[in-house]
């Protein structure tokens, strides 16, 4: 369900990037307080055209009775509708409707000993969770480790400098630029797989680590995943949420290419109501339920936000690309609706799980 909020203030952070801010009204209160590190999902309407798109949170998660605040970051992406919008036309006092905040990429504050790699806008969610934690939580530590392009171009550098000096003891960062060279730290380069491998165990005790927390480009959350693996890291501490998959060539298929049926049926529970509709030649059950539900929840229809996931019933599904889900949810039975096809004549699934 989307309610309609109002820009309360837009700040550049870079010549790429703002933080927008919406006000929440009283009696949505309860509805948008945040976990740090979920994501607004909001919808727009562009020349006409409606737009939606996955925003992570980016401030600190407020505890009752205080109201709830929504900050996120948009970054300018080529050709991308909404966030070219968002940092040459969106205002102060326009509205925009937004679901309320979704996600399992979360750090609920508790004692403990935290990291997380992010690159670029990747820093978002983490904001909020390092933010979250070191205020709530005396025993807790969180190690950041961060790659950006340039200083200039490097999002929420006052924030993170912030944390860096009200807690000095118990929040560590180390930065990477892989076009500048810096005056002080890492040399200029990327955090790929090898240079990972080497410099995660002169910073901390990485089998120790209670939550790694991986976030930003396809490339550099797999060479985080592969270097925490090689260096044994619990695969059940290792979280991880991608921002940008720049080439969908790449991607590796979740599921062995099976002929679809020649007819298919398929059943979807939503808010509670079900409904049964045939799948036509080559749609995903996302848009098999879009024909009939407009309300069905999406964002990216790439597999990479994870709004449209949902459980599957009854029947089979090939699904094309997944890069929100975690096995343990796929092993429970849960896909990603933009991306599953129906491999089975009959099949069912439910959003509300």
């Not at 997380?116 to 480790?145: D, K, N, Q, W, Y």
Request: glycine share 8%; aromatic share 6%; hydrophobic share 40%.
């Amino acid at each position: 369900m989307f309610h309609l909020l109002r820009v309360s203030m837009i700040e550049r952070i870079t010549d790429d990037a703002v933080a927008v801010t919406f006000a929440v009204p009283s009696e949505l209160r309860e509805t948008f307080r945040h976990t740090p590190g979920q994501h607004l999902n909001v919808r727009y309407s562009v020349g006409g055209e409606e737009i939606r798109r996955s925003y992570s949170i980016c401030a600190p998660a407020a505890e009752q009775p205080g109201d709830p605040v929504l900050r996120v970051g948009i970054r300018m992406v080529d050709g991308g509708a909404f966030s070219t919008y968002a940092l040459k036309e969106l205002a102060v006092g326009d509205q925009v409707e937004a679901m309320a905040p979704m996600g399992r990429f979360v750090l609920a504050p508790r004692p403990g000993h935290f990291a997380a790699i992010v690159g670029g806008s990747g820093i978002t969610p983490v904001l909020s969770m390092a933010s979250t934690l070191l205020a709530r939580e005396p025993l807790a530590r969180f190690c950041l480790i961060r790659s950006d392009r340039t200083a200039s171009s490097t999002m929420f550098l006052d924030e993170v400098a912030d944390l860096k000096d009200r807690y000095p003891d118990r929040f560590q960062l180390v930065t990477a630029l892989s076009r500048e060279e810096q005056a002080a730290g890492l040399p200029s380069g990327r955090l790929d797989h090898e240079r990972l491998t080497g410099l995660l165990p002169a910073l901390l005790p990485v089998a120790d680590v209670d939550g790694w927390f991986l976030c930003g480009p396809l490339g550099l959350v797999r060479a985080a995943e592969g270097a925490l693996r090689a260096l044994g890291a619990d695969r059940s501490r290792v979280h991880q949420e991608i921002f940008h998959v720049a080439d969908e060539g790449t991607a590796t298929p979740t599921a062995t290419r099976v002929a679809a049926p020649s007819e298919s049926r398929l059943t979807a529970t939503l808010d509670g109501r079900s409904g049964s509709w045939p799948v036509q030649d080559g749609e995903s059950l996302l848009d098999t339920v879009l024909r009939s539900r407009s309300d069905a929840p999406y964002a990216c229809k790439g597999g990479v936000c994870g709004t449209c996931r949902a459980f599957l019933v009854s029947g089979e599904v090939r699904m094309d690309r997944n890069f929100a889900l975690e096995p343990e949810e796929t092993g429970a039975g849960f896909v990603l609706a933009c991306q599953s096809h129906a491999v089975t004549p009959e099949v069912e699934i439910d959003f509300d799980r």
